[in-house]
């Protein structure tokens, strides 16, 4: 039986330094992703409390102007522990805006924009997060990297499963079952034959979806508006 390996909660890391600004963003993080992820926030007021938990991290939402050890600094220490880890650096001055590119990162966001900006860039980041840091799918010729997986097709008794690096899989699991397996709704039933990966999409029409490899796969008619309103939350929230 194909089976699961997931990481069973999201390990995420808030950092700041002032007391209300720390309540704000943990406030702000449970509420983005409560409901689709399972979430365990460790908050710290400075680098060296953040560091002394010994923790892998798959996000982390990091001030940059910290006492004694700046943000990116921070972020670097983590990345050497956590190399998947997904950084957000939060900050009330534009002018480290070229200073943050020093250390990999998702993004930056002013204070003053948090509540529009960091739901969408926590969603972004944490399917990729968790995927990047270990999500397979065990089937019985070998596993399968889940963030590898462009579409699944079912043909007869089979469920084909397409990779990014052209290879294919198959295993005796229906689609739906897949699908609830997986658990991540970046996955998407555009056919009865098919259920594709959205960060793979690079155009849509009613009929049919476009992948970044030119593959073409067919949307029925009953599935039409599941997928174009998914395609376009998933736009929403990862751009």
Not at 127 to 142: N, V
Not at 194 to 212: E, F, H, I, N
Request: glycine content about 4%; proline content about 5%.
């Amino acid at each position: 039986m194909t089976q699961y390996t997931w990481q069973p909660q999201l390990q995420i890391a808030v950092c700041d330094d002032d007391p209300a600004m720390l309540q704000r963003l943990v406030a702000l993080t449970t509420e983005s992703l409560s409901g689709r992820y399972s979430c365990c926030v460790h908050t710290a007021a400075s680098a060296e409390e953040l560091l002394a938990k010994k923790l892998p991290f798959h996000l982390a939402v990091l001030d940059i102007e910290l006492p004694n050890r700046s943000g990116i600094e921070l972020a670097t220490a983590i990345m050497e522990s956590s190399p998947h880890c997904r950084v957000l650096f939060v900050s009330g001055y534009a002018r480290y805006v070229s200073d943050v590119y020093d250390v990999p990162h998702v993004g930056m966001i002013l204070k003053d924009q948090l509540e529009h900006q960091l739901p969408k860039f926590l969603l972004r980041s944490a399917a990729f997060a968790l995927a990047e840091a270990g999500a397979h799918l065990a089937l019985k010729d070998g596993t399968v990297p889940v963030a590898d997986i462009c579409y699944m097709e079912r043909q007869g008794h089979w469920t084909h499963i397409y990779l990014r690096d052209g290879s294919q899989q198959r295993t005796r699991e229906k689609l739906d079952d897949l699908l609830r397996l997986i658990g991540n709704p970046a996955f998407c039933r555009c056919h009865v034959s098919y259920v594709v990966y959205l960060p793979y999409v690079k155009a849509m029409t009613p009929q049919q979806l476009t992948l970044q490899n030119g593959q073409i796969l067919p949307v029925s008619r009953p599935n039409r508006v599941a997928v174009k309103n998914a395609f376009f939350q998933y736009i929403s929230e990862h751009t």
